[in-house]
């Protein structure tokens, strides 16, 4: 099969190439992959540099398709269904974490889509234990949005606690942000969202979605949350940002005493602001991380609902020969997410 492969740690080094087909096994299914988004995080690794040892691989995590081979036994699919699986690969067992049923943590997970071939390609193969079926009502793009939508249920609902009638800062208006801010709105929060002039159209998405408050992230947003509360800050910041320090330093500073902020954008410099504000304001500052089953259940729920709308953040749709122009519309803040669609001309 032809499929989009990260060959070499330089960066830029994605293209097409020959590889083998993937074979069922006992513990895995294999699926005509029907639908992928390229996350934020496979535009950041395209420009990235990578240690060695994690190439080649098939990047790609954000996905579904269609069961088109089970290994014998397997009674709860069949083949045909359509589904969408988790970014797990397989995880050690052993540890608390997979004890615990927090998985999502284990020291030695493996990732499809980040090592483990994923879904930029025709087919895709996915443990058998981590695939959840789509809703009937459920088309496959937004089957491929399941993911970014657990990233952000167990950022906002598990491990924050967004309330009703208060404040919530939504830092950056990508997926994550707009997903962030309807997860508050699910429970009643008033939402404020931050993005740059450039997110222009995003933030016209984030008030069709409830977004209570849209501030520019160039024009102090520091003084005009300040002001929204009077001076007392919001009790929960999400910086869904991705490599900059100057959001969680901004995070630090426009955060109530008591307060929480939620770590959800990923490559983070070092940050020179001293952390001593965290002990004066006695803050929780913390990260999340992936998902786990229950949240793909729910949030399947959710989507299939009407509660959770991952319809207003598809952008567009192209052939997964066309992943050059869907990266450019990433990189150029001109898509919110954008799908594509492998063997389909
Ligand atoms: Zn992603
Ligand atoms: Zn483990």
New binding site residues.
């Given amino acids: 099969m032809k499929a989009l492969v990260r060959f070499d740690p330089k960066p830029e080094t994605l293209e097409f190439q020959e590889v083998a087909k993937p074979l069922v096994d006992e513990t895995h299914a294999i699926l005509r992959v029907e639908a992928v988004?390229i996350?934020?995080?496979?535009l950041e690794h395209f420009r990235e540099e990578l240690s060695p040892n994690k190439v080649p691989f098939i990047p790609g995590?954000?996905f579904s398709g269609t069961i088109i081979e089970l290994p014998s036994g397997v009674e709860n699919f069949k083949v045909g269904d359509r589904v969408t699986a988790e970014?797990v690969d397989s995880v050690c067992g052993k540890c608390d974490a997979c004890k615990n049923e927090n998985y999502n943590i284990c020291k030695k997970r493996k990732n499809i889509?980040g090592g483990m071939n994923g879904a930029y390609a025709p087919f895709i193969k996915v443990p058998l234990k981590y695939i959840h079926k789509l809703s009937e009502n459920m088309s496959f793009e937004e089957g491929a949005m399941v993911?970014?939508v657990c990233?952000t249920y167990n950022a906002v609902l598990v491990n924050s606690d967004p309330k009703e009638g208060e404040l919530t800062v939504i830092i950056g208006a990508g997926?994550?942000g707009l997903l962030c801010l309807q997860m508050a709105k699910l429970r009643d929060a008033k939402v404020a969202l931050i993005g740059l002039p450039q997110d222009a159209s995003r933030m016209e998405v984030g008030k069709e979605l409830g977004a209570d408050y849209l501030i520019d992230a160039t024009d102090d947003p520091v003084k005009k949350i300040m002001d929204i509360t009077n001076q007392n800050g919001a009790p929960l910041i999400i910086d869904t940002v991705g490599g900059s320090s100057k959001t969680i330093d901004q995070a630090l500073e426009m955060v109530s005493p008591g307060g929480q902020i939620t770590k959800v954008g990923w490559f983070m410099k070092t940050t020179n602001t001293s952390l001593d504000t965290l002990i004066r304001k006695n803050i929780r500052l913390q990260g999340s991380f992936s998902h786990t089953y229950d949240m793909w259940e729910k949030c399947i729920d959710l989507i299939s609902s009407g509660k959770i709308n991952v319809k207003k953040m598809i952008s567009k749709t192209l052939p997964l020969e066309r992943w050059r122009e869907g990266f450019e519309l990433g990189f150029n803040r001109e898509a919110i997410k954008v799908i594509l669609r492998p063997g389909q001309d």
């Fill in positions: 988004g996350c934020g995080r496979d995590h954000e970014t889509g993911e970014p990233v997926t994550v």
